[in-house]
């Protein structure tokens, strides 16, 4: 048997290198990354945030901005899908199928419309009393949604020209209290956290400050909570957990939360009692 040179060993060893990084390649593109494999508890996802105008497949397209301060401003838009056509039918979500917000960015307004359809377009008219930078939201959850409690959120910003009276935004309070005079106050007082499924509850209270017994099924719900980081203007919309028209315990709404930010949140909690909507806010620290 010849004795193998240096040579021969040198060539000997280039091939099995060769061999052995071809089989690593191979192993690294068919097994599974190992980031998808989870053997912990699952996190929830998080609500859709409204901070682009597309997302999922669906753009906010503009037709009719607001121009001015004052009543029924108009506002008209279409939902584009893949294919760059109009969308005209979502699933129903809270007895609607379009859920619409408008927020100015110091959290001193906010509206929450439903837009009526015409054709491939959106309309809805907003109060909006004072100019400023604002944010509007289109909420809809679409057909083939495999997951009807996280909606689509698409958000475009808009402003208004003129002289405005900016509010600060009110440090973090345990309560609130509505423009008829009931007041709306954390009944918990666990910290909050992103990215983690959380109890929110507030207790309802009179004027004259006894316990609300019982709310009105308002848009299906006992009660909707919409949330707005104070610097993202991102939103998050949530409804209580307790039956439409279910008597409070201790007249309180109980709510299941995902944030996905740290951040100041105000917080505009909406019931109905005696016929009217009334709406409380609140701001709220996540930490």
Do not use: C
């Not at 193998?4 to 191979?26: E, K, R």
């Not at 997302?55 to 906010?60: C, T, V």
């Not at 301060?69 to 109009?86: S, Y």
């Not at 201790?250 to 016929?275: C, D, H, M, S």
């Amino acid at each position: 048997m010849r004795r193998l040179s240096l040579v021969d060993w040198i060539f000997a060893l280039v091939a099995v290198v060769v061999v052995v990084s071809g089989a690593v390649v191979v192993f690294g593109r068919s097994a599974p990354p190992m980031q998808h494999q989870n053997t912990g508890p699952v996190t929830p996802a998080a609500h859709s945030d409204g901070l682009s105008e597309a997302e999922s497949g669906y753009r906010f397209e503009r037709v009719v901005m607001p121009e001015r301060r004052g009543t029924g401003v108009p506002v008209a838009f279409r939902i584009l899908g893949g294919d760059g056509k109009p969308v005209t039918r979502f699933l129903d979500d809270q007895t609607k199928q379009m859920h619409f917000f408008a927020v100015r960015d110091d959290m001193h307004i906010f509206r929450h419309e439903h837009p009526v359809l015409e054709g491939d377009t959106w309309h809805v008219t907003l109060d909006l009393p004072d100019g400023g930078a604002y944010r509007m939201f289109a909420e809809f959850v679409p057909l083939d949604s495999k997951d009807a409690r996280h909606p689509v959120v698409l958000g475009v910003p808009f402003s208004l020209p003129g002289d405005t009276d900016l509010v600060p935004v009110p440090e973090a309070s345990a309560s609130g209290i509505t423009e008829s005079g009931f007041v709306v106050e954390r009944a918990d007082d666990a910290p909050l956290s992103p990215l983690r499924q959380q109890t929110l509850r507030f207790r309802l209270r009179h004027p004259g400050g006894e316990q609300v017994s019982s709310v009105e099924p308002h848009l299906g719900a006992n009660g909707h909570l919409t949330g707005f980081h104070t610097m993202l203007l991102s939103a998050t919309h949530m409804h209580p957990v307790e039956p439409a028209g279910m008597p409070l315990i201790n007249g309180e709404l109980t709510f299941q939360a995902v944030i996905p930010e740290r951040g100041e949140y105000r917080l505009f909690l909406e019931f109905a009692l005696g016929g009217e909507v009334h709406t409380a806010a609140l701001t709220v620290l996540v930490a």
